[in-house]
């Protein structure tokens, strides 16, 4: 764990961030498009999409390296869309850390609060106190080229907490680890967040990073909010499509609404929760842990009618591909929990799922 210790300092109400209609274009383009956004004192957000959806920008809006074309920025209801960056008193990690290489990481830590002119003796007192709390107090003499990538990380997390902001901002600061240190790393950055209870705003591409650290989490495409929950509601309930599609898998089935049920391609009736709505084109969302595939005589009678086409095991986990009569092509994931034998390919069988497993969109 990096930390057992909670912070004496930053009182625990401070660090609600507000944005308000937040725009910022680059030669004409939208990089940031009406972005609104509440962060709760104390809240864990994650901004997540893929590359160019303008959570990074948005991150160094909040930060003060950006400034926006129209729109706010609020900090426990101040605004400081103006302020320069070290009037906000805002802890920021950038994903290469941007450690000074020739200072020790007793000094890399120290530079914030030497530059607030902090006397000396509390310096020293305070570097010592974080250092011990991300466990590198031993390490205090070394510089950054003698660490690894995770030591480095703790460094720059120990010089954002040194001078106590009342938030941190994180812009992918795990992307330039390798996949084991990146999932160690995620569970001591939520452990960290337990333990101070500081606002947390961190940007990632990376879905599993945030759904496995977030409170809520915020998916952006093409510079806009799609949809903000909790990582749960995100995963089972997704707005739309493109939220469908980009946090895990998904199986889209084209459907038709008529009278409150869902039809398939072949005109199958499909289980979902859905509304009356007559002769509307819809798409229904389900994922592949909830698709079941029954191979008994009886699943003749029900579910969506096909074969499977294709079969791997992935360690936990088969991963099988369905194709149904009508060409569909749709896929279920099975946890190997057990030894029991599982259904070869080309062997025939129906496709279904729970009505509350699965979520209609029309958009």
């Not at 003698?146 to 106590?164: C, E, K, N, P, T």
């Not at 909010?225 to 509601?233: E, G, H, L, Y």
């Amino acid at each position: 764990m990096l930390m057992r210790t909670k912070s004496s300092g930053t009182d625990a109400k401070t660090g609600g961030i507000a944005l308000q209609n937040l725009q910022k274009t680059y030669g004409g383009v939208a990089a940031v498009d009406d972005v609104s956004l509440s962060v709760s004192p104390g809240e864990f957000i994650s901004l997540l999409g893929p590359s160019g959806s303008g959570k990074t920008t948005t991150l160094m809006m909040i930060a003060g390296f950006e400034l926006p074309d129209s729109g706010r920025v609020l900090l426990d209801e101040k605004d400081i869309t103006r302020l320069p960056p070290h009037r906000r008193e805002l802890g920021v990690i950038f994903q290469n850390y941007a450690l000074f290489p020739h200072m020790t990481v007793a000094e890399n830590v120290a530079y914030p609060l030497r530059m607030r002119r902090v006397a000396k003796a509390q310096v020293e007192e305070r570097v010592r106190r974080v250092l011990d709390q991300v466990h590198l107090g031993a390490l205090a003499s070394r510089r950054p080229h003698q660490m690894s990538g995770g030591q480095q990380q703790r460094v720059a997390i120990a010089r954002a907490l040194v001078f106590d902001p009342p938030v941190l901002l994180l812009d992918e600061p795990l992307g330039a680890l390798d996949k084991k240190l990146r999932e160690h790393l995620r569970g001591e950055i939520k452990t960290l967040h337990r333990e101070v209870g500081k606002t947390m705003v961190y940007v990632t591409h990376d879905q599993d990073e945030a759904l496995a650290m977030s409170d809520r989490v915020a998916v952006m495409h093409e510079g806009r909010i799609r949809q903000v929950s909790a990582p749960q509601d995100l995963y089972r309930r997704p707005a739309d499509l493109f939220v469908a599609g980009f946090v895990g898998e998904v199986n889209l089935v084209p459907v038709k609404l008529t009278s409150g049920s869902a039809y398939g391609p072949a005109g199958e009736k499909l289980p979902a929760a859905t509304w009356p709505d007559a002769d509307r084109d819809a798409t229904l969302c389900v994922r592949p842990e909830h698709l079941h595939l029954d191979t008994s005589v009886a699943a003749a009678s029900h579910g969506i009618q096909g074969r499977i086409v294709g079969r791997t095991f992935v360690g936990d986990a088969t991963i099988f591909e369905f194709r149904s009569n009508s060409g569909l092509q749709l896929t279920s994931k099975v946890l190997n929990i057990s030894a029991e034998s599982l259904p070869d390919t080309g062997v025939s069988c129906a496709a279904s799922w729970a009505a509350t497993d699965a979520t209609i969109l029309t958009e």
